[in-house]
């Protein structure tokens, strides 16, 4: 058994939710790796009910069992790190035969009584059907609007993306609890989805408090010689925008003429080769450092040491409506944000960002300059952000939203 830092916030176990029973079943990351689905996964556990989780192996966490504070983790073999569409179709067809197979030898372990899938996909509905004739009740935390990402990545819909549709309200429609992570996906699940108001439930992936060191020392040399350094943090695949930086940065350095900025990128995923490339083909290669998929101790060092932090999302519907965990960790940290103006993204960084005006680099760029030329602003902006997490938007302040919805499903079923 091994141990990890808990949640914030510790609580009594709740009676209603004492000797009932989940399965997380998670595609995307490996646990704890992906922190949304492990923090509500510990939050259930600290309220009383016990835990399994279903998950793919990767980097850093290859045993195919952990019981971690409690929590039975169970990792399936991940053949496959998808970057094209058919890609995709094939590792979820692997991903889907490995959850299928794990979920009924935990069954058989602990007769779970809730499974809650975290997309993407939407296919984890199936292992709900699955159990449905045993009583077993689905929860559907939407983490990612598939069809809309789907577009992000390929820039175009096409049939796939019907298809991806179809799934979604398929989802919806199985699903005894719908959990949103924002207004903008709350709408969807009532407006496309036709789900009843009380069926969905918005829990913000806040950041856990906890996690985030007091204090992080100085370390100059991880700017590499030069006077500013530009943060930014995720799971680098092709929507996420970091072309779209690159040529930011093109705007710096040539136009700006500012040869002073390096951009650390920390976090790993199918596109960093690109990227990579594309720098280094635009000739910005000394501009950037790439750290891969590294620790917390290292993520928090990096960005801890950067002067502000950006999200270079290009606009588009997933962008709009989706909630960046990236911003709020960045806000925690209390760094100043330039970010493209999106509607999500606003809401959730309000004073403590600077907005640029959607798929134009050149504003970017103007903005990041601004904040680094102008640090007594960015100083001032960050305090804003910090105070907004430690006050509204941390995790402590959004956990009691999914244990009460747990309350209220297992009280549907009686004991």
């Known amino acids: 058994m091994r141990a990890v830092p808990p949640n914030s916030e510790l609580r009594t176990p709740n009676s209603n939710l004492m000797g009932r029973s989940v399965l997380f079943i998670v595609e995307n990351l490996p646990v704890p790796f992906d922190t949304r689905p492990w923090l509500e996964a510990q939050a259930l556990k600290e309220a009383g009910l016990e835990v399994a989780v279903i998950c793919p192996r990767g980097k850093g966490y290859e045993a195919p069992y952990e019981c971690i504070n409690g929590i039975h983790i169970y990792r399936h073999p991940f053949p496959i790190e998808a970057g094209r569409a058919v890609e995709y179709l094939l590792e979820y067809s692997i991903a889907l035969f490995w959850e299928c197979l794990y979920s009924l030898k935990v069954f058989l372990k602990m007769r779970f009584e809730v499974i809650h899938v975290a997309n993407p996909p939407d296919l984890l509905c199936l292992i709900g059907w699955l159990f449905k004739w045993q009583g077993v009740r689905l929860v559907y935390d939407q983490h990612d609007i598939c069809p809309e990402v789907l577009e992000a990545k390929f820039g175009r819909k096409g049939w796939l993306y019907n298809v991806l549709l179809w799934w979604e309200k398929v989802s919806y429609l199985t699903s005894n609890l719908v959990i949103a992570t924002n207004e903008s996906y709350r709408e969807l699940a009532l407006e496309r989805g036709k789900i009843p108001t009380e069926k969905v439930v918005v829990v913000r992936t806040g950041p856990d408090l906890s996690r985030i060191p007091a204090v992080i020392p100085k370390d100059e040399s991880l700017k590499q010689g030069k006077r500013f350094m ?5 799971v680098i695949e092709k929507q996420e925008g970091l072309d779209y930086l690159v040529q930011v940065v093109k705007e710096i350095v040539n ?13 790993g995923g199918t596109q ?8 280094r083909k635009e000739g910005l290669g000394d501009y950037f ?12 060092c990096c960005l801890g040491n950067c002067d502000i932090c950006v999200n270079p999302d290009l606009f588009n ?27 999500e993204g606003r809401y959730t ?28 602003v ?16 941390h995790w402590g302040a959004q956990k009691d939203k999914l244990i ?5 499903l297992l009280a549907q079923k009686g004991k």
């Open 230 to 234: 530009v943060g930014y943090v995720g």
């Open 255 to 267: 136009t700006f003429q500012r040869r002073d900025i390096l951009f650390m990128i920390v976090g």
């Open 272 to 279: 960093v080769p690109f990227i990579q490339e594309l720098a």
């Open 289 to 300: 450092h790439f750290t891969g998929r590294v620790s917390d101790e290292v993520l928090f």
């Open 317 to 343: 519907e997933a962008s709009n409506r989706s909630t960046m965990r990236k911003i709020m960790e960045y806000m925690a940290l209390g760094k100043a944000i330039v970010q493209t103006e999106v509607i």
């Open 349 to 376: 960084a309000q004073a403590s960002s600077l907005y640029a005006r959607p798929n134009d680099q050149r504003d970017f760029a103007e903005k990041i300059l601004y904040l680094l030329d102008h640090p007594e």
């Open 378 to 393: 960015a100083l001032e902006m960050g305090a804003i952000g910090k105070k907004r997490i430690q006050e509204e938007l």
């Open 404 to 408: 009460l919805a747990y309350q209220n």
